[in-house]
């Protein structure tokens, strides 16, 4: 077994540091009462910022623990929770839509199906609560992708399976995707994993703006899509309004 | 012009909640607050009606300002309530004189008992529907008037108002002291165990045996009528309805043919089955009552079976046991294994209602080996509810005299896949839920919508029903013959738990 990590130990000190001390700190005391050099007490900040464990005040320059540490112990969401919570947002997404409903989460690098409302004409349509779909080729995975810093791990560096002609294969194609998506905030799938099919997705967040899953819509092409083959912006608004409505209930104050 | 909505104001039991809904039926906004419950004694259990209004006071607005709709575009507003609570007002004040005594209060049992004994008692199931019990209104009135000093003559000079929960919503909107209307509709009177269920108005043989005077009680109106406009809260907006909860979320359900049933999960479980004109008196444990009542039409009876425990089973499993931090939480654990291990758990905490009635019966849990994980026992909470179904639906047959062909469900405990799944296999019937699981709230939006014209008819209203999720029976015949008998075995061992005190 390797020794210890150095570097986290004295992330972990620094932390330690702060949660002791009233105030803020700055630079040079956490270097000081650490014993260690400026410029490494440095790195290891900028680092700890980056992750959210840690927040500097732009006036004074000074350091304190910050936000995401602090939801660390408590941000796990149960998705039999997440459903329970999502329930009434996803019924009126399906109704305003007219198109079914799924909420999913990530499971070892797919989506899990937690939570699915029939499209609203009454047609015989099966429960896929508890079934799992590719992440690249569908519009809930590609949120989750896109948000999740985590979840891409799974998908490894090779080529992604081809579903369809339509589906994203190339790793650095789904960068350049998880992007835009970052960047826009919701996502769409347009007969990348089933021919004749498309969806749209948007992130659900939870404390913090954690996003803890995502909530989309699927049908066929023609509906969810324009003339043009784009997502229809009215569906697109629907889907983002009910991730925020469930955003809202979960906790995440800023979307 | 301005697109128009219906706001609905469920008063339930442990919170009162506000939501807006537009035409097509669908949720706009949703606001919510709690309040207080109060446990003086054992077995006591009350609210604060002045903080349940204050409650509506801060809620209402907020829906509103929630999904962007001014006071003009509120077609109507529906009243849906927990039902049989009972407060007692002073006209003149709007002070309440006691706090309210919720449903779940058995302070009661000894007076029931004493009236039970008197040889009219056996009048009262004949005359209204439901068996003399400590369940409904009128013994709470009859306690508080024997309780309260000066009560009695007060409530004669018809100084003293009684109401449940919808009338003294209606009267403070409607202006309090202040001209206030006092009135409650069919469905709430019908829990009373004071109105005829034939003619729909308070009966004086009910009112001599249970010793009310006539003077305090509320007018009895269908459940959609505009009563009136709101003079506070909601000034201008026109107040459409009132309902007690279950018979709502029929009213949501849209269960307008006899035949049609519904059945609400949340702390107690209630299904209803839509029996058309005619009451049909139950020979199985089962309550007949009025199902709604449109306008000027015929009032539609309904027979209902109250299961005292269901989500609340979830919830002692949650802050009783602690072996879950959140109420969903118990579906997560009783994955974690395939089937109950043989242990069975009768959550009798209270008694248990339709189709037993046993009031001295107490909770058992049975087949406990060391083999039990926390997980089993989840799965057997889960299994109580289906099973408690099972044995309702098995007394509606018989009574009714059809077989259920399928179940409308709704309520919170909907959310929960498994324990869907787990009532379609014990049922051997489909289990469906309607796009909006706010039955309740959807029920009283639908019925004030009805009374203003928002909405034409009861057909218009049902073509806005639509399945959000449907759950197949999937379970060896076999093997639910040989569950459902483990289980009434389990039943049988919570009787007479009890003893009378001696």
């Keep these: ?255 | 012009m301005a697109t128009r909505y219906v706001m609905s104001i469920d008063q339930g039991t442990t919170s009162t909640r506000c939501i807006i809904f537009d035409q097509q039926g669908r949720l706009v906004s949703v606001t919510q607050r709690e309040h207080r419950q109060h446990f003086p004694q054992p077995g006591w259990v009350e609210h604060d009606a002045v903080e349940i209004w204050r409650n509506l006071e801060r809620i209402a607005p907020e829906a509103l300002r929630q999904a962007g709709v001014g006071l003009e575009q509120v077609a109507a507003i529906g009243i849906a309530n927990q039902r049989e609570t009972t407060l007692v007002w002073d006209r003149h004040t709007g002070v309440p004189l006691r706090r309210a005594i919720v449903w779940q209060d058995t302070r009661t049992t000894a007076l029931v008992d004493e009236l039970a004994a008197r040889p009219e008692a056996s009048m009262v199931q004949k005359r209204c529907g439901l068996p003399l019990a400590t369940y409904f209104s009128a013994p709470r009135i009859r306690w508080l008037l024997d309780e309260v000093p000066g009560l009695r003559e007060r409530a004669e000079r018809g100084e003293v108002l009684f109401g449940t929960m919808e009338s003294w919503l209606i009267w403070n909107l409607t202006g309090g002291p202040d001209g206030g209307l006092h009135l409650t509709d069919v469905t709430n009177a019908s829990r009373t165990l004071l109105m005829d269920l034939t003619t729909l108005e308070w009966d004086d043989d009910l009112l001599d045996f249970f010793g009310v005077p006539r003077a305090m009680l509320p007018q009895i109106r269908p459940s959609t009528e505009t009563y009136g406009v709101a003079r506070t809260v909601l000034p201008g907006v026109r107040i459409g309805a009132a309902l007690g909860d279950q018979q709502a979320a029929l009213f949501g359900q849209t269960c307008f043919a006899p035949g049609e049933a519904k059945c609400t999960y949340g702390t107690g479980g209630f299904l209803l089955l839509n029996t058309g004109k005619d009451p049909v008196r139950s020979t199985h444990g089962l309550l007949t009552t009025v199902g709604y009542q449109v306008g000027a039409e015929p009032a539609v009876y309904a027979l209902e079976a109250p299961i005292a425990v269901t989500g609340a089973l979830v919830q002692w499993f949650r802050d009783g046991l602690g072996l879950i931090n959140s109420a969903p939480e118990i579906e997560t654990l009783a994955k974690t294994v395939d089937d109950n291990g043989g242990c069975y758990i009768v959550p009798a905490f209270a008694g248990l209602f339709a189709p037993h009635w046993r009031s001295e019966a107490r909770g058992v849990i049975v087949g406990l080996t060391s083999y039990i994980t926390k997980g089993h026992l989840a799965r057997a909470v889960l299994e109580a509810t289906a099973w408690q179904t099972r044995e309702v639906v098995d007394a509606m047959n018989a009574d009714s005299g059809l077989a259920l062909r399928g179940l409308k469900v709704d309520g919170g405990m909907t959310a929960d896949n498994l324990l869907m799944q787990c009532i379609a296999d014990v049922l051997d019937v489909p289990v469906v839920r309607p796009m909006v699981a706010e039955t309740v709230s959807l029920g009283a939006a639908y019925a004030a919508g009805l009374a203003v014209g928002y909405w034409p008819d009861l057909e218009g209203l049902r073509r806005n029903w639509h399945r959000a999720a449907q759950w197949l029976p999937a379970m060896d015949p076999a093997r639910r013959e040989s569950e459902y008998d483990n289980w009434r075995r389990a039943v049988e061992r919570t009787f007479g738990w009890l003893q009378p005190r001696r």
């Excluded at chain 1, 980056?50 to 602090?70: I, N, P, W």
């Excluded at chain 1, 992708?145 to 791990?153: Q, R, T, V």
């Excluded at chain 1, 992007?179 to 919701?186: L, M, Q, S, Y």
Aim: proline share 4%; with cysteine; aromatic share 4%.
């Design chain 1, 1 to 255: 077994m390797p020794g210890p990590v150095q570097s986290i130990q004295r992330g972990a000190a620094i932390l330690r540091l702060l949660a002791r001390s009233s105030g803020k700190l700055g630079v040079g005391e956490i270097a000081t009462s650490l014993g260690l050099p400026r410029g490494t007490a440095h790195g290891l900040l900028r680092t700890l910022q980056l992750v959210g464990f840690v927040e500097q005040d732009s006036a004074t320059g000074k350091y304190q623990l910050g936000a995401a540490l602090l939801h660390l112990g408590t941000s796990y969401l149960d998705v039999n929770e997440l459903r329970s919570r999502a329930i009434n947002w996803a019924d009126a997404l399906a109704a305003r839509s007219c198109e079914s409903v799924k909420i999913g989460t990530v499971l070892d690098g797919q989506v899990l199906v937690v939570h699915h409302v029939f499209r609203p004409d009454d047609t015989l349509q099966t429960l896929d609560v508890g079934s799992l779909m590719p992440m690249h080729a569908t519009a809930l995975g590609k949120v989750l992708l896109a948000f999740d810093s985590g979840a891409g791990a799974a998908l490894g560096n090779g080529p992604l399976e081809a579903f369809t002609r339509r589906t994203i294969v190339a790793p650095k194609d789904l960068t350049r995707s998880l992007a835009g998506i970052r960047e826009v905030g919701w996502a769409a799938q347009v007969e990348e994993m089933t021919v004749g099919e498309a969806g749209i997705a948007a992130p659900i967040r939870g404390h913090g703006g954690l996003v803890v899953g995502a909530i989309g819509i699927s049908g066929a092409v023609e509906r969810i899509c324009d003339a043009k083959g784009q997502p229809n912006t009215a569906l697109v608004t629907f889907v983002r309004d009910a991730a925020r409505a469930v955003s809202r209930d979960l906790g995440a104050a800023r979307w």
